[in-house]
C-alpha cells in the first residue's frame, strides 16, 4: 500500500500533496462528490478524512476537513461536499472549483472511525444528512472487498432530495447480500411513506439496527446534536459505549 | 505560500483604517468557546475582587445593578482575525468596583465560571478601559456570549474578555491565564497584532 | 443554542502534523475523572483561539493545541499516560 517506507514502520511526516479535480458528480441540488488525482496518494482507510487546503492568488488561505467517500483507488480520492450557507469554503468547492485545478490535500488522518474489511464483527451505520459520506466509504470498502460482515445503515436526511448516493444504495440493496439500509425523513417523506416526517428515534434503531447482545460496531456521523441523541439511543438499547464510535460534525464554518 | 486555487478568493479583506491589521470585519457576532457555556444562577452569582494581601470585595447581582452604569460603544477585535464595529453594551467600570480596593498590585487575574483565566496589567482595567458588562445590543447578555457577565477589554484583544466572569486576583507577579500559558501573547495588544509569545 | 463541540477525530489532521502516527485511536486516562478513552473520543471545542479537547465524563481540560505560524503549543496536562497503537516493527502502514 504504503510506498515511502521509514526505518521503524512510521509512515512519512504528514505533508500536504497537490491534488487535481479530475471528475464531478452531482448528489444534491446542494452538494457535489469532487474525485480528485493526487500524486503520491500513500493510501487510505474507509472513514478517515482530508484536509482540503486552498490558496487564493493574494496568499490567503483555508482550510477544512472532509471525510473520504470512497474506498480506496490508486491515487483519486473522492469527497462529497455540502455547501454550507455563507461558508467561505463549501460554496466554492459546490460551485465554482473546475475540473483540472489544483487543491493542496493533507491526509489521510483519523485512525479511530475507521472500518477495515478484515473486521468480523457486525456493523450499524447511522448517518444524519450528510454525515453519510464517511460511510458510504465503508459500504463501498466493504462490496470491494467482498466482505461478507453484516451490515446495517440507518440513513436519516431531511427529504428525499437531500438524500446523497440515493440510487446507488437502492443498487447496494438490491447486490450486495448481508447489507440493508432503512430511511428516515425529518423533513419531507416521498409519497406513500407510512407516517410523518419526524426524528430519529429509539424505535428506528432498535428496530434497524443489531441486538446489543450481538456486540456490533456502531458508527455513528452526522451534526453534533443528531450524533448526540443517537449515541444516547444505543447506550440506552445497551449498546457498549466502547463500541460506539463517533463522528461529530459540528456547527462548522464550511 | 501554497499552491494557487484558481478562482478561490476566499473571505473578503479589507484595510481599512478602524481595523487592526490583519484582521477582517464581521456584521454578525461569532461565538467563541473553549468549553461548554456555563449557567450561572443570578441567586448564587457574585463577583469577588481578592487583592495581593488576601482582601475580598464582593458584589452579588443586586448589588451590581445598584451601581452606576454605563453605555460603552466599542469595537472589539478577535485573535481569530474577526473584528466587529461599534458594538453597544452596558455595565459597571472597573473603576467603580475598583475605587475602594486598596492595593499596590501590577496585574490581574481574571477569573471565570466554568474556569476560564486571563491576565493583564492592572492599569489596563482602570481609567474608563474596561467593564463588567450585562447588556448587549439593547438586551440582556446571552450565555453564548457570556452572560449573565463578562469583561469588556476593548482596547486588547477579545479573549481577554473574559465571559461568565466572576472576579479577579490582583497580583504582584504577572500570572499567565488560559490562552497565554498556551502561545498567546500576555498583553495582547491587536495594533501591534500581539497574537502569540514572542510578537 | 447546540454546543459548539466536535469529536476527538477533529484532531487527527493537527496531531498528525507533530506526532509520526495517528493519536486519535490512542487511549488515554482522564487526570480529572480516571475515565479510560480513546482521544477520538473526546470533545473538541474548536470555535476559538486554540483546540480545547474535553473529557466527554467530566468536562475537564485534557489537552489544549494552539499553532502559530512559528509553533504549536501542546498540553496534556489533562492524561494521565496515553496507549498509542503502533505497527508491528517492520511493517509499513499507511
Known amino acids: 500500500m504504503a510506498r515511502a517506507a521509514v526505518p521503524g514502520g512510521l509512515s512519512p511526516r504528514l505533508a500536504w500533496r497537490v491534488g487535481r479535480l479530475v471528475e464531478i458528480r452531482d448528489e444534491t441540488p446542494t452538494a457535489r462528490t469532487l474525485v480528485l488525482e493526487v500524486a503520491g496518494w500513500p493510501g487510505h482507510l474507509a472513514g478517515q478524512h482530508v484536509d482540503v487546503r486552498l490558496t487564493a492568488q493574494d496568499g490567503y488561505q483555508a482550510s477544512r476537513s472532509y471525510s473520504l467517500a470512497a474506498p480506496q483507488d490508486g491515487e483519486r480520492v473522492e469527497m462529497t461536499v455540502q455547501r454550507v450557507p455563507d461558508g467561505e469554503?463549501?460554496?466554492?468547492?459546490?460551485?465554482?472549483?473546475?475540473?483540472?485545478?489544483?487543491?493542496?490535500?493533507?491526509?489521510?488522518?483519523?485512525?479511530?472511525?475507521?472500518?477495515?474489511?478484515?473486521?468480523?464483527?457486525?456493523?450499524?451505520?447511522?448517518?444524519?444528512?450528510?454525515?453519510?459520506?464517511?460511510?458510504?466509504?465503508?459500504?463501498?470498502?466493504?462490496?470491494?472487498?467482498?466482505?461478507?460482515?453484516?451490515?446495517?445503515?440507518?440513513?436519516?436526511?431531511?427529504?428525499?432530495?437531500?438524500?446523497?448516493?440515493?440510487?446507488?444504495?437502492?443498487?447496494?440493496?438490491?447486490?450486495?447480500?448481508?447489507?440493508?439500509?432503512?430511511?428516515?425523513?425529518?423533513?419531507?417523506?416521498?409519497?406513500?411513506?407510512?407516517?410523518?416526517?419526524?426524528?430519529?428515534?429509539?424505535?428506528?434503531?432498535?428496530?434497524?439496527?443489531?441486538?446489543?447482545?450481538l456486540a456490533p460496531v456502531c458508527y455513528v456521523c452526522g451534526p453534533t446534536g443528531f450524533v448526540e441523541a443517537v449515541a444516547d439511543i444505543l447506550v440506552a438499547l445497551g449498546h457498549d459505549p466502547r463500541r460506539i464510535r463517533t463522528e461529530r460534525f459540528g456547527p462548522t464554518g464550511g | 505560500m501554497g499552491i494557487v486555487t484558481p478562482g478561490f478568493q476566499g473571505r473578503r479583506r479589507t484595510t481599512q483604517p478602524a481595523l487592526p491589521p490583519g484582521q477582517y470585519l464581521v456584521e454578525d457576532f461569532p461565538v467563541l468557546?473553549?468549553?461548554?457555556?456555563?449557567?450561572?444562577?443570578?441567586?448564587?452569582?457574585?463577583?469577588?475582587?481578592?487583592?495581593?494581601?488576601?482582601?475580598?470585595?464582593?458584589?452579588?447581582?443586586?448589588?451590581?445593578?445598584?451601581?452606576?452604569?454605563?453605555?460603552?460603544?466599542?469595537?472589539?477585535?478577535?485573535?481569530?482575525?474577526?473584528?466587529?464595529?461599534?458594538?453597544?453594551?452596558?455595565?459597571?467600570?472597573?473603576?467603580?468596583?475598583?475605587?475602594?480596593?486598596?492595593?499596590?498590585?501590577?496585574?490581574?487575574?481574571?477569573?471565570?465560571?466554568?474556569?476560564?483565566?486571563?491576565?493583564?496589567?492592572?492599569?489596563?482595567?482602570?481609567?474608563?478601559?474596561?467593564?463588567?458588562?450585562?447588556?448587549?445590543?439593547?438586551?440582556?447578555?446571552?450565555?453564548?456570549?457570556?452572560?449573565?457577565?463578562?469583561?469588556?477589554?476593548?482596547?486588547?484583544?477579545?479573549?481577554k474578555s473574559a465571559k461568565w466572569v466572576r472576579g479577579m486576583r490582583l497580583l504582584r507577579e504577572d500570572e499567565p491565564g488560559f490562552w497565554e500559558t498556551a502561545g498567546y501573547h500576555d498583553y495582547g495588544d491587536p495594533w501591534r497584532e500581539q497574537r502569540y509569545q514572542g510578537d | 443554542m447546540t454546543e459548539q463541540y466536535v469529536d476527538g477525530n477533529a484532531l487527527a489532521g493537527p496531531l498528525r502534523e507533530l506526532f509520526a502516527v495517528d493519536m486519535t485511536a490512542a487511549d488515554g486516562r482522564c487526570v480529572s475523572c480516571g475515565l479510560d478513552a480513546p482521544v477520538a473520543a473526546l470533545l473538541v471545542y474548536?470555535?476559538?483561539?486554540?483546540?480545547?479537547?474535553?473529557?466527554?465524563?467530566?468536562?475537564?481540560?485534557?489537552?489544549?493545541?494552539?499553532?502559530?505560524?512559528?509553533?504549536?503549543?501542546?498540553?496534556?496536562?489533562?492524561?494521565?499516560?496515553?496507549?498509542?497503537p503502533m505497527p508491528p516493527e517492520g511493517r509499513v502502514i499507511v
Open chain 1, 89 to 213: 469554503v463549501s460554496p466554492y468547492l459546490v460551485q465554482t472549483y473546475r475540473i483540472g485545478d489544483p487543491v493542496e490535500v493533507r491526509g489521510p488522518v483519523g485512525g479511530w472511525f475507521v472500518w477495515r474489511p478484515t473486521d468480523t464483527a457486525p456493523v450499524l451505520l447511522v448517518a444524519g444528512g450528510s454525515g453519510i459520506v464517511p460511510l458510504m466509504a465503508m459500504v463501498r470498502a466493504r462490496r470491494a472487498a467482498c466482505s461478507r460482515v453484516p451490515f446495517r445503515l440507518i440513513c436519516s436526511a431531511r427529504a428525499p432530495d437531500d438524500l446523497f448516493y440515493a440510487d446507488e444504495l437502492r443498487r447496494r440493496v438490491r447486490d450486495d447480500a448481508g447489507l440493508d439500509v432503512a430511511y428516515v425523513w425529518t423533513r419531507q417523506a416521498p409519497p406513500q411513506w407510512p407516517g410523518p416526517p419526524r426524528r430519529i428515534s429509539v424505535a428506528d434503531v432498535n428496530t434497524h439496527g443489531w441486538p446489543s447482545d
Open chain 2, 33 to 159: 468557546s473553549a468549553g461548554p457555556t456555563p449557567r450561572v444562577d443570578l441567586d448564587h452569582w457574585e463577583f469577588v475582587i481578592a487583592t495581593e494581601t488576601g482582601a475580598e470585595h464582593r458584589w452579588t447581582w443586586p448589588q451590581l445593578m445598584a451601581l452606576p452604569s454605563e453605555d460603552p460603544t466599542v469595537d472589539i477585535h478577535c485573535v481569530t482575525r474577526w473584528s466587529k464595529l461599534g458594538t453597544t453594551w452596558r455595565g459597571v467600570s472597573l473603576d467603580t468596583l475598583l475605587a475602594d480596593v486598596e492595593t499596590t498590585a501590577d496585574y490581574a487575574l481574571v477569573r471565570s465560571y466554568g474556569g476560564y483565566t486571563t491576565n493583564l496589567p492592572l492599569a489596563d482595567l482602570r481609567d474608563g478601559q474596561a467593564w463588567i458588562a450585562y447588556r448587549f445590543d439593547g438586551a440582556d447578555l446571552a450565555p453564548e456570549h457570556g452572560g449573565p457577565a463578562r469583561m469588556i477589554v476593548p482596547h486588547l484583544y477579545f479573549w
Open chain 3, 46 to 84: 474548536d470555535h476559538g483561539p486554540g483546540l480545547v479537547a474535553r473529557c466527554p465524563n467530566c468536562s475537564g481540560v485534557v489537552l489544549r493545541l494552539v499553532r502559530s505560524p512559528q509553533a504549536a503549543w501542546l498540553d496534556l496536562r489533562g492524561v494521565e499516560c496515553l496507549r498509542i
